[in-house]
């Protein structure tokens, strides 16, 4: 009976064996991925799973979602084989957050591969759900979900069915399997974790086929699928994925099959028309399994479209590779009152950058959306090397940044100063604890920033508390040279200083990593030792912001604002205070609707995008009355244009 069961395998060997790798041995329900875009980045989505497609890859995934999405997509496995085959997958499935996502959700699918139509199918339906657990978790998101399907497996008519074969002769007999029942189901069960931490990484774990289901079409012998399980790794930015895959699985001869894929994804935003992606990745398994991935897609507010292809190396050599399109439909949106909040809250964190925030501001102007994009990004990654005092990495962050802007007079400076700390302290290990380290980062730190005389004072510190260190020494007399100024020759071993900037370093760590909490305790030791320290009072702010305690957050910027000295970034605090107060008045009352517009004369494309260029600009640096005339004046022209009016709600809720 074993023999005849083969022969509905070998239909499908025949064709699959070359194309999944060289020596592999097929095993039913094979997982070829679904969709397009898990496909061109390797199927390394366990660590990623952010939309509909994580009912396959990771349903803990489903968990991150708040809107609605259905997708639906086909694959052409294997196109030009040699024996005319065809190999083809077809995936449909929606996803549904209950309550915005704030109680999981709950998804629905269907995925079908066959050979040549009818002569063997597989068919999967799935029921998922996902949800965020754990919500006081300060070190992160912790995400988990479970996919129950059903499996079925079938097979069409052959003329083996009434001429059996042993596998070398015709026996002139029926086949006891083949002319008997043609299908078999069975449940099976897969799970799934997802952590995300300190903002921009993430870990995943799926478990397939949990139960190991028997999927033998004969109830006499066992075809049981190995359990799988997948653990990933992503480095996750606002435009980009970075990721790395381990699967491991128990293959038909017994040993285990393994395979290990690095990816990356990048996506590059245009304003007015939509993102357009590119992927890629590059997989190495057990027995010469190699396959390379790529992949594009474009995206809208509403749709995107995704294509796949995918070659094995080496293993199949008259095959045009897998093709695979997709397309994704999203519903719903955020509500305004939790785009408003995000938008406040990523503007507060960012405070402390305000005032060179203008500057860059007049930098881009010119740029396309995608340039301004990358530029920014860059960036940001410059930044945040440099407050994890990675110092060689923020620098080559920063130099990308200036082969898209050309450098003025003030960035060129900078890249000579960064490029002196990169090469003489590319980084430091224990700034947060060591009070050298701490005394050479905040030195460094404002040597780049052009604060040269706290530059030398911390520096002058590192030096008194490790007088035979003799890289600081040399460091410190190459910036008496380059700034004029002489070191400090008598300084306390231990100041109160150094210990408050060690806690604010802390603080600014843990708002960084949204551990509010954390952050409120370490600011409020600071204010312990320095009561009128300004940083101290924003972080707190910002944290009780985040964790809703608005009452709290008003007090805490009110103080912050009478300490600051910087006019921009002031009107920046008094913005913030006026939607804090807002949020306090809507407690007890509800808002009032926008009035709709009037047609007025028609702009054109380019216009509109100018415009609300500006319109972001002046609501980053609080011009909110310029911000309203101009999405009023697109509202003008096209009363329904939905960026335009989300934006002037905002803008007219702080204004009031």
């Known amino acids: 009976m074993a023999r005849l069961l083969s022969f509905v395998k070998r239909l499908l060997a025949a064709a699959l064996l070359t194309g999944l790798a ?10 070829l991925g679904v969709g397009a875009r898990g496909p061109g980045i390797g199927n390394a989505f366990v660590a990623i799973a952010d939309d509909v497609y994580a009912l396959h890859y990771n349903p803990a995934g489903l968990g991150t979602m708040n809107r609605p999405e259905f997708t639906a997509s086909y694959t052409q496995h294997f196109v030009g084989l040699s024996d005319n085959s065809n190999l083809s997958t077809s995936f449909a499935g929606y996803a549904h957050p209950l309550a915005e996502g704030r109680l999981g959700t ?29 919500e006081n978790l300060e070190v992160g998101q912790f995400f988990a979900g479970t996919s129950i399907k059903l499996l079925r497996s079938s097979f069409g008519s052959f003329a083996e069915a009434s001429n059996a074969t042993d596998g070398i002769v015709n026996l002139g007999q029926s086949d006891p399997l083949l002319s008997g029942g043609s299908g078999h189901s069975a449940i099976d069960l897969d799970i799934g974790f997802l952590f995300r931490f300190f903002k921009h990484y993430a870990v995943g774990l799926q478990v397939m086929h949990l139960n190991q289901p028997n999927m033998a079409f004969d109830g006499s012998d066992s075809d049981t699928l190995p359990m799988e399980i997948k653990a990933g790794f992503n480095y996750r930015s606002l435009i980009s994925n970075l990721v790395a895959q381990l699967e491991t699985k128990k293959a038909p001869d017994g040993r285990r099959d393994n395979t290990f894929t690095i990816g990356t994804e990048r996506w590059f935003p245009r304003v007015f028309v939509g993102d357009f992606g590119i992927r890629g990745a590059m997989s190495i398994g057990s027995r010469g399994y ?26 199949v050599r008259a095959t045009a590779g897998s093709h695979r399109m997709a397309l994704l439909f999203r519903f719903g949106r955020k509500t305004d009152d939790e785009e408003t909040r995000e938008m406040l809250l990523e503007a507060m964190g960012r405070l402390k950058l305000f005032a060179r925030a203008q500057t860059e501001r007049f930098r881009t102007k010119g740029l396309s959306s995608s340039q301004k994009a990358a530029y ?34 003030t960035s060129v400076k900078t890249f000579s100063r960064y490029n002196l700390v990169a090469q003489t302290f590319p980084k430091i290990k224990d700034y947060k604890s060591d009070p050298v380290q701490a005394a050479m980062y905040a030195g460094l730190t404002a040597y780049i920033e052009g604060r040269d005389l706290e530059a030398i004072e911390r520096i002058s510190l590192a030096a008194g508390l490790a007088p035979n260190n003799r890289r600081i020494s040399l460091f410190l007399s190459q910036l008496e040279d380059s700034t004029g100024l002489n070191r400090v020759r008598k300084l306390e071993s231990a100041p109160r200083s150094l210990i408050t900037f060690r806690l604010l370093t802390q603080a600014d760590s843990a708002l960084e990593e949204r551990r509010y909490k954390k952050a409120i305790t370490l600011s409020l030791k600071v204010l312990h030792e320095e009561e009128n320290n300004a940083r101290a ?27 600051e000295k910087s006019p921009l970034v002031r009107d920046a605090i008094r913005g913030y205070m006026r939607s ?9 009352t509800r808002p009032r609707n926008v009035r709709p517009l009037p047609k007025k ?18 609501y980053a640096s609080g011009e909110l009355e310029k911000a309203r005339a101009a999405f009023k004046s697109i509202l003008d022209s096209r009363p329904k244009h939905t960026e335009a009016g989300k934006a002037l709600r905002r803008v007219e809720e702080e204004l009031r």
């Open 22 to 31: 060289a020596g592999r041995t097929f095993a039913a329900f094979e997982d």
């Open 376 to 409: 920014e990004e860059y960036l940001a990654q410059s930044r945040r090397a440099r407050k994890s005092a990675l110092f060689h990495t923020g620098f080559e962050f920063y130099s990308q940044a200036l082969t898209i802007v050309p450098p003025d007079l």
């Open 537 to 563: 009072w924003q972080i707190l702010g910002t944290s009780y912001f985040a964790l809703k305690d608005f009452k709290s957050s008003l007090r805490a910027w009110n103080r912050a604002f009478k300490l």
């Open 601 to 618: 004369p028609v702009l054109s494309n380019e216009a509109i995008e100018t415009i609300f260029n500006e319109g972001v600009d002046y």
């Open 106 to 134: 709950i998804a629905t699918g269907w995925n079908s591969f066959s050979l040549n139509r009818s002569q063997y199918r597989e068919d999967s339906l799935y029921v998922s759900y996902g949800k965020r657990w754990f």
């Open 580 to 588: 804090i107060r807002l949020r306090l008045k809507k407690q007890k």
């Open 290 to 315: 190699k396959q390379i991935s790529t992949g594009l897609s474009f995206r809208t507010r509403r749709v995107t479209i995704d294509y796949a292809f995918g070659l094995p190396i080496a293993s």
